[in-house]
């Protein structure tokens, strides 16, 4: 099964508005990142936050991590039609090499 | 810097017959990936390189699934034969290998293959 859920699985708000996607895990971490998808597309990396690490931020983009709840946030602020796109969280951990577990991602539509 | 390349991008091909995907990874990245995303859900990972060894293909079917790295760069992925439930996005990905031996966190994907098994 995978590692991390997101929630909601979908999402729709007006252009200018901040999106907030969550992600919940099960196990223990070194680190979670964020990719989105556009249609059609491969994924492209958004921001890594390391364990030890509670909030982070690049551009529009603010991630934060709680270990003791196994959660962490993805907030958009001011989003653009340009930001719809499905959004994955996922959790890197060592196991005999570094692993990437994918959740199953939160679909976000930006209407203009 | 160009981007990983994979293809073909799209196939459609019936049950029982085979086919295969070709990825370059980003040229330095010693570490390559190969995932299946079905829809709706996230990829998951089937087989990982580190330059032409393999590191984890725990979750390869291997029954049908086969991949290679001869010379440690371009990688292809086989199935054969293919099921109706192998209809998937295949994406390839790569990233870099400290030389610590562990790769780096971030990791690059090319646009997939769309795979549709009839």
């Known amino acids: 099964s995978q590692q991390g859920e997101e929630d909601p699985q979908a999402l729709s708000i007006q252009e200018g508005e901040n999106a907030t996607m969550n992600c919940s895990y099960k196990t223990s971490i070194n680190n979670l990142q964020w990719y989105r998808q556009n249609s059609g597309r491969g994924l492209v990396h958004l921001i890594l936050i390391r364990s030890n690490e509670r909030e982070k931020h690049s551009g529009r983009l603010r991630v934060t991590l709680d270990t003791s709840k196994k959660s962490s946030s993805l907030l958009i602020t001011a989003s653009r039609a340009a930001d719809t796109a499905s959004y994955f969280c996922?959790?890197?951990?060592?196991?005999?090499?570094?692993?990437?577990?994918f959740g199953s991602g939160t679909r976000l539509l930006v209407r203009p | 810097e160009a981007g990983v390349a994979q293809s073909p991008r799209y196939k459609i091909i019936e049950k029982r017959q085979s086919v295969a995907f070709w990825c370059n990874p980003i040229s330095g990245h010693a570490t390559l990936y190969w995932y299946q995303q079905i829809l709706g859900q996230g990829p998951k990972l089937l087989i990982q390189f580190q330059n032409n060894g393999v590191v984890d293909d725990s979750q390869l079917p291997k029954d049908r699934f086969s991949a290679e790295r001869l010379k440690g760069v371009d990688s292809t992925l086989k199935i054969q034969p293919a099921k109706l439930e192998d209809s998937a996005v295949y994406l390839c990905?790569?990233?870099?290998?400290?030389?610590?031996?562990?790769?780096?966190?971030?990791?690059?994907f090319g646009p997939g293959t769309r795979l549709t098994v009839l």
């Open positions: 990905a790569s990233s870099v290998l400290m030389t610590s031996g562990t790769s780096t966190d971030t990791q690059y």
């Open positions: 996922a959790t890197g951990w060592m196991d005999s090499s570094y692993k990437l577990i």
